[in-house]
């Protein structure tokens, strides 16, 4: 039985990082154990460490693993390292324990097909954010409820980006 670390790791461009920061603070009201981002802010002499890290949650030591895929993504430093080990999870035949958040248009590869998929500009963050913890949930881990939220997300109206 595998021993997990976290229950969530993303994998998304430095870019993205607000957007991580938000699903960091809603998530972690919900979850039992941590969750996981490499961030490109290392250092360089922790580089090597962080990089084993990494592999090892993307592999190994997350329940779930979240990508959020836009056209960088896979492309940038920090994300081409991701691809790797997240193609080794596949191998495993846990490509169900991947959650796709499309943040564009851009198509997602071939080889995570069998992951599930969630498409932001029709969800939000919330709706995102609660597939995330059902997925957890899902796969063994106890999940809070969602807190009571006293102003609503925004309607989606208008085309996806």
């Known amino acids: 039985m595998t021993k997990f670390t976290h229950d969530v790791a993303?994998?998304?461009?430095?870019?993205?990082?607000?957007?991580?920061?938000?699903?960091?603070?809603r998530l972690g009201v919900r979850l039992s154990a941590p969750v996981f981002w490499q961030t490109e802010l290392a250092d360089a002499s922790t580089a090597p460490q962080m990089d084993s890290m990494t592999t090892t949650v993307f592999e190994r030591s997350a329940r779930v693993v979240v990508v959020l895929h836009q056209r960088l993504w896979g492309r940038e430093g920090g994300?081409?390292?991701?691809?790797?080990?997240?193609?080794?999870?596949?191998?495993?035949?846990q490509q169900r324990s991947i959650c796709v958040v499309t943040l564009d248009r851009?198509?997602?590869?071939?080889?995570?097909?069998?992951?599930?998929?969630?498409v932001m500009s029709?969800?939000?963050?919330?709706?995102v954010v609660a597939e995330i913890a059902d997925a957890v949930s899902a796969s063994g881990a106890k999940v809070a409820a969602a807190p009571a939220s006293s102003t609503p997300e925004p309607?989606?109206?208008g085309p996806a980006w």
């Open 79 to 93: 994300t081409a390292a991701d691809v790797e080990a997240l193609r080794e999870r596949v191998r495993a035949k």
């Open 155 to 157: 309607t989606r109206t």
């Open 122 to 127: 029709e969800l939000g963050v919330a709706g």
């Open 106 to 118: 851009e198509p997602v590869p071939a080889w995570l097909a069998g992951a599930p998929r969630f």
């Open 10 to 25: 993303i994998s998304a461009v430095s870019f993205d990082s607000l957007l991580v920061g938000d699903l960091f603070r």
